[in-house]
């Protein structure tokens, strides 16, 4: 997962407030729920030392948000009299919880949020296609026509040279009409970045598209079988939804797959362990950050102005040259040492593929840019 969505937090001195709510709209009462939730939460962070400013922030913020659909969770986190994030989730929280801390609580929200997946969507036939793009939890929106240039399209049942002729002619058609959707496909998937290309349409017009594509878009191919009529959107929407889920899970057992093989190797490429790590992120080694729901939340790690300085002890810290702005929870210090070198972050366990049973120590690992040397 991409961080960099977190840097403004990292820049801010802090303190922070870090609200977690069900934000579930799933009952009769749900809006007085919300609004003792919030009540609960902020008596809470008062009771902590949260300024009026920040309170008054926050306030505004959850007057205004628009209710989700459904069962929901929200996020905030506010400093300095503003509100920095605000994100919805797809569920509520296992833990609803207001904090008032040096450093914001992002783990329980990275574990949360499903990773950004684009997607490309395609519906093909003779005639040519129609193009549309999906973000993450975006319904799939029409962005192009492509419309095709020639006829025949369609086959006759008949005989003789004249029939031949024309049959060859309805496949140079088609050939024609498949080789322009592809090329628009291929520039839509490199333009978005997309993980996800979703191939709807008879099963013939998506082996001709699929033939006709790039290496790049076909890898990322899938076929929607029973794709619908031409409005059917959502059939298209849970198409990408799935697609995107199974991308999530590649990409994760990838990340599972490098670190092992790197871990193997014993080149230093792969490190765990809260000491190693943090050595590491002071070094700006890190390119992924794993993160297991066990890592040592109730361990206190140092840190001081600059994201990546920290350390286990305020000793080792201020040896290392930093002057040390305070101690956090260690995944709060991880998270924002992560951000700070520009490193992925990856969680460990859980999902639809099994990635339990990856321990590593402190329930944290990393996987690196270049060889760890153990040095601050």
Not at 26 to 47: I, S
Not at 110 to 118: K, Q, Y
Not at 323 to 346: I, K, Q, T, Y
């Amino acid at each position: 997962m991409d961080l960099r969505f977190l840097t403004d937090l990292t820049d801010h001195p802090g303190p922070f407030a870090t609200v977690y709510l069900d934000a579930s709209r799933d009952t009769a009462d749900a809006a007085r729920q919300d609004t003792l939730r919030w009540a609960g939460a902020r008596e809470e962070l008062a009771g902590r030392g949260a300024d009026v400013a920040t309170l008054a922030a926050l306030d505004r913020a959850v007057e205004d948000a628009p209710p989700p659909a459904g069962r929901a969770g929200r996020v905030l986190v506010a400093a300095g009299g503003e509100v920095l994030l605000d994100r919805v989730t797809g569920a509520p929280p296992e833990r609803p919880s207001a904090q008032w801390s040096p450093l914001p609580d992002l783990l329980p929200l990275l574990l949360a949020l499903p990773e950004p997946t684009r997607a490309v969507v395609v519906r093909v036939d003779e005639t040519g296609g129609e193009i549309l793009l999906a973000g993450p939890e975006e319904t799939p929106a029409a962005v192009e026509q492509v419309p095709g240039r020639g006829h025949p399209v369609h086959k006759v049942p008949a005989g003789g040279p004249a029939h031949l002729n024309m049959q060859e002619r309805v496949e140079e058609t088609w050939r024609r009409n498949t080789a322009e959707v592809a090329a628009r496909v291929d520039a839509h998937v490199s333009a978005s970045g997309a993980a996800v290309l979703v191939l709807a349409g008879d099963a013939r017009s998506r082996s001709r598209l699929r033939d006709a594509l790039s290496a790049r878009a076909a890898a990322i191919a899938v076929d929607l079988e029973h794709s619908g009529g031409p409005t059917d959107v959502d059939t298209l929407a849970a198409a990408v939804r799935e697609a995107a889920l199974d991308a999530v899970d590649a990409r994760r057992h990838a990340v599972i797959d490098r670190y092992a093989e790197a871990a193997g190797r014993g080149e230093g490429f792969a490190v765990a362990g809260l000491a190693p790590v943090l050595a590491a992120l002071r070094a700006e080694q890190v390119d992924t950050l794993l993160v297991d729901g066990s890592v040592a939340r109730d361990t206190e790690v140092w840190f001081g102005g600059p994201a990546t300085a920290v350390a286990l002890t305020v000793d080792e810290l201020r040896m290392l040259g930093s002057e040390p702005v305070g101690s956090a929870p260690a995944d709060a210090v991880l998270v924002r040492a992560a951000v700070g070198g520009d490193a992925a972050f990856h969680p460990l366990g859980g999902g639809r593929t099994g990635l339990v049973g990856h321990e590593v120590s402190d329930g944290v690992a990393a996987l690196l840019r270049y060889p760890f040397v153990g040095t601050g």
